[in-house]
């Protein structure tokens, strides 16, 4: 079980390098058993996401960031990896709105957080 996991984390770890590599060239999405995840450009909409998780993770922050249509909406915060990170929040409208000035935002989306 112990090596299963090791190796799951490689691989999630791995795809990051690669998507963090190429953001800016292609959009690459990844999807496992639980969720969906990518990097985001500074202002997108997500569709379909209401009841489900939304969790942002700055790489390594993100700065004045603005979120709408989730549980714990922020206005003009800052995310970073090392205090303040955006887990685990969920949509509670069909679209979100994510708006951040500086920095590189990869986002998870859960499948049915309700």
Known sequence: MFLEEV???????????VAYAFKDKMDLKFYDEFSEYYFVPKN???KDVRDKMVSLYPFPSVENITTKGLNWPLVNGSLSI????????FAVEDEVFIDYEKGDLLIFIGKNYL
Do not use: A, H, W, Y
């Open 7 to 17: 190796e799951e984390s490689r691989i999630i770890f791995r795809n990051l390098t």
């Open 82 to 89: 090392t205090s303040r990170i955006g887990t685990r929040n």
């Open 44 to 46: 997108v909409k997500l």
